[in-house]
């Protein structure tokens, strides 16, 4: 397809010089480092800490690339998925100007950071069954329209989007799609990772939040074309991810045989109580779910969330969010977590 980057970029970031530092022009590991007044004596942690992080973490991106079937410029690393998307609006959105396309009920951050950069929104709900609604969407755009934010599998909903739709919007949407896959590793659904060389306006955003348990270390990943990432790197505080976090991600990543198994013990537990929650009688419908979560409906979900408070048991409420009247997101716990989780239903129910 026909698509130029920079006809969306701000012109003031396609002029900008990044900050650089001597570790962008020497990358070894070796030598006499007197480029960055760092203290020479160590750091006061048994572990030395001293020095500054790879600024563009490449070692990691060498493994990640390996995993994901991606080129290692094809990725960006952020302090959560949360600073891409920020990225994002920085880079190709002017302020007062410009708008973002959003699809509730989807993830709030999308528009919490149009907000904070003074972006319009427009949204256009997904149907009652949570799928895209693809001529309206755009119907709803214009030429000041630069990103369509897509979370599938979707988020407080669960289910995934139709591939079509997706594709659809990719080949005819004149901005920037971002395809949010936070819980793709949830999901029999393949990644449109795989799509990248085809699409040069796509980004596709994962994390290490959900399946690879390390919501703690806040590392998101995001893949798009080597022009796109450049942009990102461009603009990113030059040592966005620490140290400590690159070690450790860096180390765990090696043993994805365990998160293969922790991905299917999630899958097993979610289908444990799915299977529970359809025989209590006030449940009214269990959403289906291509993620680590249910969307639950019950009665007086308001006062249910509350009482499960009084029981210790910490629920997501979405009983006031679009489309989601009376539901609650139960995340997939241990079975014992579950197994409490149901206990506490049955008690605040009667």
């Not at 980057?5 to 030598?31: F, M, V």
């Not at 969407?137 to 591939?163: E, T, V, W, Y």
């Amino acid at each position: 397809m026909s698509f130029d980057l920079n006809s969306l970029l701000r012109p003031h970031i396609a002029k900008l010089q990044p900050y650089t530092s001597a570790r962008d022009e020497y990358t070894g590991k070796e030598g006499v480092f007197l480029d960055a007044n760092e203290n020479p004596f160590g750091s006061i942690t048994e572990q030395d800490f001293n020095r500054y992080p790879d600024p563009y973490q490449s070692a990691l991106k060498e493994e990640i690339a390996q995993i994901k079937g991606v080129r290692p410029s094809q990725i960006f690393l952020g302090n959560g998925s949360d600073e891409a998307i920020d990225l994002l609006y920085r880079a190709f959105c002017n302020p007062g100007k410009d708008n973002v396309i959003l699809l509730p009920p989807t993830y709030g951050m999308y528009e919490v950071s149009a907000n904070i950069n003074d972006v319009e929104i427009r949204k256009v709900a997904l149907t009652p069954d949570f799928q895209l609604q693809p001529d309206q969407i755009l119907a709803a755009a214009d030429a000041n329209s630069k990103i369509l934010f897509i979370c599938s599998p979707n988020n407080p909903s669960a289910n995934k989007a139709k591939r079509e739709d997706i594709l659809f919007l990719l080949e005819n949407f004149k901005g920037l799609v971002v395809v949010d896959e936070a819980y793709i590793d949830f999901s029999d659904e393949p990644s449109f990772t795989n799509e990248l060389d085809r699409f040069p306006n796509l980004l596709v955003m994962q994390t290490f939040s959900k399946a690879w348990g390390l919501a703690s270390l806040r590392l998101g990943m995001a893949f798009a074309s080597e022009e796109l990432i450049r942009i990102l790197n461009k603009i990113k505080p030059p040592y966005n991810i620490s140290g400590l976090t690159q070690e450790t991600v860096l180390a765990a990543i090696k043993d994805k045989a365990k998160v293969d198994r922790m991905i299917q013990a999630i899958l097993a537990e979610r289908e444990f109580l799915k299977g529970e929650l359809e025989k209590l009688p006030f449940v009214q419908r269990i959403h289906p779910s291509h993620a680590n979560f249910l969307l639950v409906q019950i009665p007086n979900a308001n006062q249910v969330y509350n009482d499960l408070i009084e029981e210790k048991i910490i629920v997501r409420n979405r009983a006031k969010v679009l489309l989601c009247a009376d539901c609650l997101r139960i995340t997939v716990g241990t079975r014992e977590e579950n197994e409490a989780l149901l206990k506490a239903l049955k008690k605040v129910i009667k």
